[in-house]
C-alpha cells in the first residue's frame, strides 16, 4: 500500500489557480449581496462571479474529456473546493449544484445522452446552470421508501413518445435560474408508475427549460447560503421525450445514492475550507488582541489549546475528505462508504469548530457587522441538514451498510470497494 498525502504537479498549479481567482474574485461577494433583499436578487447578483469561474474552467472541470470537459478528478475538484469555499460559499454551491445537476447525466446518461446535455457546460465563460431536483415539498429523507403511497410524489406518466411531468420540488439550488425562468436543465427525480414501490419506480429524468410548464412558485429566505438560489419549482405537464430517462424506471434509487456520494464527498471540502477560514479569523484575533488585558489572548493556555484542537480537527476532516475523493476514484465510484462518513462527520466537525472559534473570540462573533464568524455560523448549520440530511439519510445509509451480510469493516481502509 502506498500512502503519499503530496498533491501531484498539476493538483497544486490547480489548488494555487483555486487559491488566486477566491482571493480576487469571491471576496467581492458579500459586499456585493449586502443590502439586497429578496433571496433571487442576492443570487442574480452573483452571476458575474459564476462567469469568472466557468472562465477559469471550474464548471468544465466537472465535465469527462471526451465530452469536452476539464476531466477533474473527485479528489482534484476537493483540492479546489476547500479553497473556494475558504473565501465564500455561495458562488461555489451554485457552481457545485450544477455540477451535481449534471452527475446523474454523467455517471448514469448513454453515450448519446451525453452529448446532448454535456457540451452546453463546458464553454469558458458560459453562465449555464443546472439543477438536481430531489428534494419533495414533503420532505427528502424518504425518497427511496418501500411503500408505494409514500416518498416521491412527482410522477412521469407516458404519453405516446414523452413522459409528462407533474410534481413540486423546493430547495433546488439553481432551480430558478439567473432570469427567475428556470435552470437550463434539471435532472428530475420523479416516481414511473404509481401503486409500485421506489425501487421499481423511482427515476431521474433530463429536464430542460425548454420543454416549458417550469414555473417558480417561490424562494427560500434561508439564513446562510444567503446568495444560493432556493427555490420551490412546479412542474406543469412538463413534455419531455421518453429517451430523457436515465437508466430505467426503479435505478433512481441507485442514481440519488451514487451522486449523493459524489456531493457528500466535496461537501466534506466545503466544510473545511469554511473551518480554515474561521481558523484563520480566530488565530488572527488571539495573536492581536488583548482585549483590555496586558497580553495578546494566545498567551492565555485556554485559548492557544482551544486553537490548537481547532486545528488538529481541520486537519483530521481534510485528510477524510481527500480519502472520500480519492476512495471515490480509485473505485470509480463503486464504493460510497467514506463519503457518507466524510459527509457526516465534516459537517457536525464544521458546526462545533465554527462555534468554538465564536467562543474563543468571545461577544463580538456574534455581531453580522464585527466579523464573519456569525455568518460562517449561519452557512454551516446547512451542511449536516443538507445532501441528505445527517439524520433521515446519511446515518441511515451507513446503519444499512453495517447491516449488510458480508459488509467489510477494513474495505475502505485497504481501497477495496464493498462486497456487491
Ligand atoms: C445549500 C443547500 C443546497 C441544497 N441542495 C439541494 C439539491 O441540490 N437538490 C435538492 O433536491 N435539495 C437540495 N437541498 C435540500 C436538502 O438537501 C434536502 O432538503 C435535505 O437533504 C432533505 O433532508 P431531510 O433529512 O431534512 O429530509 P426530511 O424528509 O425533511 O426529514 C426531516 C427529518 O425527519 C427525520 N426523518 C425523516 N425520515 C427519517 C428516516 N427514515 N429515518 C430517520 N429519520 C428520519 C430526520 O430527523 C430528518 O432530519 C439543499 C439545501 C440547501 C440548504
Redesign the pocket.
Known sequence: MTIDFTPSAAQRELQAGAREIASRVLTGVPSTIAGLQHPHERFAATRPFFLELTRAGLLAGFIPREYGGGGLSVLDLGIAGEELTAVDINVP?SLI?TG??LQAIIQFGSDAQKRRFLPDFVESGTDKLA??????V?????FD?ADPDAGVRTFAERDGDAWVINGE?????NGSGWDNQGAHVYTL?CRIGRGRPASESLAVIVVPRSAGGIEVVGH?N?M??RA?D?PRIRFNNVRVPLDNLLGQPGDGIRICSSVFAW?GALVGAECTGAMRRAFDIAWQFAKTDKRSGSVPVIEHPTVGYQLADIKMRIEACRYLMWKACHYLDSTNGASEEMAIMSKVFCTETAVQTIYDTMRLVGMDSYALDMTPLAALMQDAL?FP?????????R??QLHQMLKTPGYDPMAAAEGRPQPA
Open positions: 454551491t449544484g451535481l445537476g439543477s438536481f431536483a430531489f428534494t419533495e414533503t420532505g427528502g429523507a424518504n421508501c420540488k423546493h430547495w433546488t439550488p427525480v427560500i434561508a446562510g447560503h444560493v432556493l456531493t446547512a441538514l443538507f445532501d441528505g440530511g445527517n439524520m433521515g439519510v446515518r441511515r
